[in-house]
């Protein structure tokens, strides 16, 4: 059983599509919380993209605030609306009446002991008040798949990638937990191009999902790092470890977060040469890109047979 938490997002689109567009996954539902735009938009987004979808699950508003700091959004990169400038007038898939902090905690409760993969592609938020209302809930996490954090430089500040920057102290409630973690960093997913030529594969596919995907993922990016290359769709990366892990690797490392007010307010303080403190999240940092990429592909095409 996985449950996803989102903010989208342009790559949480990709990101949600691909993980409903897989077969034989069983999804129990999709949380939202305040992150790349403000929780109305994220949760309006999420059932958009739903209605699009090969099936649909139940979608669950969460946090609007992050625990410690103001709310810091990302749309200089994700647009006004999150979705590159996509606004959905209307949408079909209800938003459930439960707060997605209550549903994990329901969920979680009436799961066998590490039997659940919580897949986090925005601030960790909601799974930091699960942990503070119910820290014995742990024990029900097989594993926490999350994008967020970088190994080097971030991509709000220096220091730090967004998903953490956005909530540190709920980073650190999180990697402070007993559960196993799977950290992709921004410096892995960075690698994972979605260029132009995939961008068209995916438009002869003809469903509505890929209908949708394929201009977000034809995109230009004006950044000089990734011009004329592609399109890094970091939150798909959590998803593809989620359902191919064959096609990553990584080192056992000690990850700390910074929740200072200073500089280095968000960065994961990762351990990767291994100076003797305890490991508590395999870091990726190697990506089978050509095998994920084709993988991608084929997926989002079988969900229209």
């Not at 820290?135 to 994008?147: D, G, H, T």
């Not at 650190?172 to 950290?183: G, L, Q, S, Y």
């Amino acid at each position: 059983m996985i449950i996803l938490d989102c903010d989208p997002g342009l790559d949480d689109a990709v990101a949600i599509m691909l993980l409903l567009s897989a077969p034989g996954i069983e999804v129990a539902g999709i949380t939202t919380a305040a992150g790349n735009v403000e929780l109305h938009q994220t949760q309006w987004n999420t059932r958009g993209i739903l209605d699009r979808a090969p099936r649909r699950v139940p979608v669950y508003a969460g946090c609007p605030r992050p625990l410690a700091v103001p709310h810091v959004h990302a749309k200089h990169i994700h647009g006004d609306t999150g979705i590159a400038g996509v606004r959905f007038e209307a949408v079909e898939t209800p938003l459930e009446k439960e707060h997605a902090v209550d549903f994990l905690i329901r969920t979680l409760s009436s799961a066998p002991e590490r039997s659940v993969t919580l897949c986090f592609v925005g601030p960790l938020t909601n799974l930091a008040v699960v942990l503070v209302k119910a820290p014995e809930l742990a024990q029900k996490v097989e594993r926490l798949v999350l994008m967020g954090g970088a190994i080097g430089l971030g991509n709000t500040t220096p220091a730090a990638e967004y998903n953490i920057y956005a909530d540190p102290h709920a980073a650190r409630v999180v990697f402070e937990a007993d559960f196993e973690r799977v950290v992709l960093p921004l410096d892995t997913t960075s690698t994972v191009l979605v260029d132009t030529a995939l961008a068209a594969r995916v438009a002869k596919i003809g469903t509505p999902g890929a209908d949708f995907l394929a201009p977000l993922l034809a995109l230009p990016v004006a950044h000089p790092r990734f011009a004329g290359k592609g399109r890094p769709m970091h939150d798909m990366c959590a998803v593809g470890y989620c359902l191919w892990p064959e096609l990553f690797s990584g080192r056992q490392c000690n990850v700390t977060i910074d929740c200072s007010e200073g500089p280095s307010r968000g960065r994961t303080i990762i351990d990767y040469w291994g100076n003797k403190r305890e490991p508590n999240a395999l870091v990726i940092d190697q990506v089978d890109i050509e095998g994920f990429l084709t993988r991608f592909h084929d997926t989002l095409a079988k969900a229209a047979s």
